[in-house]
């Protein structure tokens, strides 16, 4: 597979390849709690999270079903709002955004990938792909961007020829053409195989490396932990454990 570079290739990394300082936090998390009311009864998802992410980073969020790693997610991507704190993307503040301004965040700097691929099934790779394309500001091409998850080939095959392992493929794909500058991955392996799996993993750390993007995992699988700079636990709405690797594995050296 060919390299795709952009502005922002080794963007998160001095030219030594070490990550950035502290003061570079791109995401600034500060006493974030989200409680949902259901009736009389409060589920507390979150609380009292404080966490900073930077450029460039690879983060795996690790913990058990519940323990509200998506609800995390859904607050780092503008899809859901805390109900105490604030959180800061550089200089937009997305506690206090209307919901048109979490939309514009959400177009411009931000990816997602779903443990289900969310295809549309009457359109090829290339036209899924290009839908996102179409609305971003300085795209890859969609062809481009599927030569960098290895489905180039595929391009003009619909959803229903494609196998689970592909169509998680194209999914990143058109996650990653509109250039996000964080690619946040709710169970991305969760519905594979163990050799689609790793195949998955692969992409995923070869556009961390090749776009500089921002990516946050979250599993439940504590071996991808080891192709990770930081590794966050969260239990029961709070983060018990942040550890950082001294180096990250690659997908091919990690087993479970």
Known sequence: MTSIASDKDKAGHDQAGAPLTEAEAVFQVHGVSKIYRIGEVELHALREVN?????????????????????????????????????????????????????????????????????????????????????????????????????????????????????QRVAIARAVAKRPDVLLCDEPTGALDYATGKMVLEVLERVNRELGTITVVITHNAAIAAMADRVIRISSGRIVEIRRNTTRASPAEISW
């Open 51 to 167: 966490l900073d992410l930077y450029r460039g980073e690879f983060v795996v969020l690790l913990g058990a079903s519940g323990s509200g790693k998506s609800t995390l997610l859904n607050i780092l991507g503008g899809l859901d709002r805390p109900t105490l704190g604030d959180v800061h993307y550089l200089d937009h503040d997305l506690t206090a955004a209307s919901d048109e301004e979490l939309t514009r965040f959400r177009r411009e700097h931000v990816g997602f990938v779903f443990q289900f691929y969310n295809l549309i099934p009457s359109l090829t790779a290339l036209e899924n792909v290009a839908l996102v394309t179409e609305i971003a500001a300085n795209p890859l091409a969609p062809a481009d961007a599927l030569a960098l998850v290895g489905m180039g080939e595929r391009c003009h095959h619909f959803p229903s020829q494609l196998s689970g392992g592909e169509q």
